[in-house]
């Protein structure tokens, strides 16, 4: 985003009675979707749900129960890059503008910083839900023929949107303090990848007090459990639910550390 155009649209939209959070977001929006950025990394997460759904699909072999595993695995990929588009866009909310050489002038608009936090972090969030209107037809498509459909859609979103509000408290924290774009997508990256580790912790791993908190406390173990078995083995969100306190929490204290963080932004990357 230009920095003159912010100060720009700031004044007659005050004048309108728009909230500047509001301002900011819509300029955000319309930079990420109409500069080609959100498309471009969309089309390539359309190829993937396409490979991965014909690979499932063309499998005669599976049985009924096989059936809905293909739909847990497909979900699973459709909210974890979903997610991970959330958190690269995120991720360059501040950071990017500071390469540019453009976050002076954003610092300087008559904007308070937590505003511009919030209106990046709803654009990055576009992400997600772009990402999961061009999963559902994948999703129907594999889930027609075993009756959850439904189930799918619904808790695919459910987790996804805890997810990807993690991923936004997240990108913009780091996204803060980077002091290059490049530095913060790869600690965007890697903290990603450590957040996933859990879920390939071997089962003997797993057992005991200490491997259950691990399990339940990441966000990402604990939400993509959930959705297995939700789908897989045809429980419901009262029986389950509780796998997502761990996520609501996460996504809580990630969001509230960004906001309070905000007003802190300084120009070099550090307080």
């Known amino acids: ?20 959070w509001l301002v900011v977001a819509d300029r955000e929006v319309r930079d990420l979707w109409l500069g080609g950025r959100a498309l471009i990394l969309l089309f390539a997460y359309a190829v993937v749900l396409s490979v991965t759904t014909y690979l499932t699909a063309t499998n005669e072999a599976l049985n009924f129960l096989e059936q809905r595993e293909s739909v847990s695995l497909t979900l699973q990929v459709a909210v974890a890059i979903g997610v991970l588009l959330t958190l690269l866009a995120a991720a360059d909310a501040f950071s990017g503008e500071r390469e540019r050489g453009t976050l002076e002038s954003l610092l300087l608009a008559p904007v308070s910083r937590r505003s511009l936090a919030l209106g ?51 990108g913009l924290l780091i996204s803060m303090f980077a002091g290059s774009n490049r530095v913060s997508l790869s600690v965007s990256v ?11 912790m071997p089962t003997s791993a797993q057992r005991g007090w200490f491997g259950d908190l691990l399990l339940r406390a990441d966000p990402f173990t604990a939400a993509l459990r959930y959705l297995g078995r939700v789908i897989i083995n045809a429980r419901t969100f009262a029986q389950e639910g509780h796998w997502l306190i761990g996520p609501a929490i996460v996504a809580g204290i990630a969001l509230v550390l960004a906001f309070a963080v905000a007003g802190r932004i300084r120009l070099g990357g550090r307080e």
């Open 190 to 200: 890697f903290t990603l990848l450590a957040l996933f580790a859990p879920t390939q």
């Open 120 to 170: 990046k972090g709803i654009a990055a969030l576009s992400m997600w839900f772009a990402a999961f209107v061009i999963s559902v037809p994948y999703i129907w498509y594999l889930a027609r023929g075993v009756g959850v459909v439904r189930t799918s859609l619904l808790n695919g979103l459910l987790v996804g949107s805890l997810l990807a509000l993690t991923m936004v408290g997240l």
């Open 1 to 20: 985003m230009t920095l003159d155009a912010k100060p720009a649209a700031a004044g007659p939209a005050a004048r309108a009675g728009r909230p500047s």
